[in-house]
């Protein structure tokens, strides 16, 4: 009982902070997010709501990591297992851990899906983090994966350009 208020108290804080960093002046801010294991930053202009995974329809001949269709808020969206999409994990029939959640695109992105998540992070701003200085020695990253921060933990993070993203052919052609 105290897990799901603790949860709960999680997404409302989110959710104040999200709707101040919007309103904040200008900077770098990301929802925090975490898919098997790696750190992702998503940028909060592109991010939508956070929903709890309910009930998802499976969509049969389509790509593994797109895990059926959702109805948010009245509107049916795309559910993609955002690390089975990065290649992070292999898909499975097994269910999302308890703390997954939802994150919709932004609508100006006029693409109805939402990301799959294994946990929420919190927010990130870009003031806190220092940028990783790509070397020859790390592979090139595509579009959608412009940079890497590192807070001050030392965890490293991927930011996540959700306009690329759905802008790809591959993340648009769910048949399998």
Do not use: Y
Not at 85 to 106: E, I, T, Y
Not at 127 to 142: G, H, I, K, T, W
Request: glycine fraction near 8%.
């Amino acid at each position: 009982m105290a897990n799901k208020q603790a949860l709960r108290d999680l997404q409302t804080r989110l959710a104040e902070r999200m709707k101040q960093a919007r309103t904040e002046s200008p900077g770098r801010s990301w929802l925090a997010v975490d898919c098997a294991g790696q750190g992702l930053l998503i940028a909060l202009r592109q991010a939508g709501e956070i929903f709890k995974l309910g009930a998802v329809l499976p969509v049969p001949h389509t790509q593994d990591w797109l895990t059926g269709v959702v109805n948010l808020r009245g509107g049916v969206c795309a559910v993609v297992d955002l690390a089975v999409f990065l290649g992070l994990r292999p898909a499975s029939k097994s269910a999302p851990p308890a703390q997954a959640r939802l994150v919709a695109l932004n609508g100006e992105l006029e693409v109805n899906a939402a990301l799959l998540v294994d946990r929420l992070e919190g927010l990130r701003h870009a003031l806190d983090l220092q940028r990783v200085v790509e070397s020859v020695d790390n592979p090139a990253q595509p579009a959608f994966a412009p940079a890497r921060w590192q807070d001050a933990a030392g965890r490293v993070w991927q930011e996540i350009d959700l306009a690329e993203l759905a802008g790809l052919p591959q993340f648009l052609a769910i048949t399998g």
